[in-house]
């Protein structure tokens, strides 16, 4: 089954033509996500590398964070032999990729390396993507990367074998929160059917994204759950619910920053709220702010004024003041957008 061109969309047949161009001429590809990668960023970036080197080419991928260590969660993806430190990622590669990051920050040391690349792709699925490459495959409508990453596979003319699906589906449910977003259309359902296909094991790849949790987790969770506050009129009749976990109630059950991450998923749960907001304190001491909507307001806007970005329903920023400051600054920008 091949999936149709879609010259229509968003992303022109030309700049895929490009791409391809690009890929095909390239002697080396480096690949790159944003940091913190989730099942999207890793999946895509791992999909395309394993696709690429199964031709001969030669591949590298990483991302940009000090330490560099892959999240427990993402290290059943097949390709990890593709990974290698930021330190030693080419310092000006002739063809760099980046995946599922809206700005060059978000690439946080490899940016550099990225204004340093004679051409770079940038593939995302963000809105608020600012077109930092010299060629952006940018499709705001895709439910994930990994939709625009299976395309450029396909455009390439590379077969998607059982690994590199594996690493697509990633990406495609951690990004429809399971097929339960509204970004949930037919052409994704379709796509995961493609995947499944090829053999892989979505109940082993669901558990491994979610269903492995120390038990320690449990117990964050718990910390997180007794702090929740639940603020009905936070902006003109919008509800907010709220929490946070810090630095030492990770410490307290040895937790990685990642493990928290779903926290969220929990905690907007509730129907009393339209906002669902998680401050969580990273081992730097800053706080990584995750918001989520149910629709009454673009937080992808509210979350660009203090830094962050995202999606209208999903996004983030990061935060150096304390909680409660965090929050004012928030409910503030709340207020004016409701
Ligand atoms: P998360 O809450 O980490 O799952 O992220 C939800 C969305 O917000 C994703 O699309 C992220 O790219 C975006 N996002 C999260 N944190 C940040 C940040 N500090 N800066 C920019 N975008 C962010
Ligand atoms: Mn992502
Ligand atoms: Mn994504």
């Not at 339209?274 to 509210?302: C, H, M, N, P």
Request: aromatic fraction near 6%; include cysteine; hydrophobic fraction near 40%.
């Amino acid at each position: 089954m091949t999936p149709q061109p879609r010259d229509e969309g968003p992303v022109p047949g030309r700049d895929w033509d490009r791409a391809v161009e690009l890929i095909s001429s390239a002697e080396e590809v480096a690949l790159a996500c944003h940091i913190s990668p989730d099942g999207d960023a890793l999946g895509s970036t791992l999909a395309v590398g394993l696709a690429l080197r199964a031709v001969g080419k030669r591949v590298v991928a990483s991302f940009g964070e000090r330490g560099f260590t892959v999240p427990r969660l993402l290290r059943f993806l097949p390709g990890q032999d593709l990974l290698v430190d930021p330190d030693d990622y080419p310092a000006a590669p002739e063809l760099m990729i980046s995946f599922d990051a809206p700005i060059p920050d978000r690439l946080g040391e490899l940016a550099r390396v990225a204004g340093k690349a004679r051409e770079l792709v940038v593939v995302d699925h963000h809105p608020s993507n600012t077109g930092f490459g010299t060629l952006n495959l940018v499709d705001p409508g895709a439910a994930a990367t990994a939709v625009l990453a299976e395309e450029l596979i396909r455009r390439l003319g590379l077969p998607v074998d059982r690994d590199i699906a594996t690493c697509l589906y990633a990406g495609l449910v951690t990004d429809t929160g399971s097929f339960r977003h509204s970004s949930t259309t037919s052409e994704v359902h379709a796509m995961a059917g493609r995947l499944i296909a090829t053999g892989l094991n979505p109940e082993e790849i669901a558990r491994e994204l979610w269903d492995r949790s120390p038990f320690g987790y449990l117990r964050v969770l718990g910390l997180a759950l007794e702090r929740v506050v639940l603020e009905p009129e936070a902006g003109d009749g919008l509800g907010l619910v709220w929490t946070y976990v810090t630095h030492d109630d990770r410490e307290a059950y040895g937790l990685p920053y990642h493990e928290v991450e779903g926290i969220i998923d929990v905690v907007r749960r509730t129907d009393d709220a339209d906002v669902a907001v998680i401050l969580k304190e990273d081992d730097e001491g800053a706080w990584q702010v995750s918001t989520r909507s149910k629709g009454g307001i673009d937080l992808s806007r509210v979350c660009a004024t203090l830094g962050g970005g995202g999606h209208a329903k999903a996004a983030g920023f990061t935060s150096h003041q304390p909680v409660e400051q965090t929050m004012a600054a928030f409910r503030a920008l709340l207020r004016r957008a409701a």
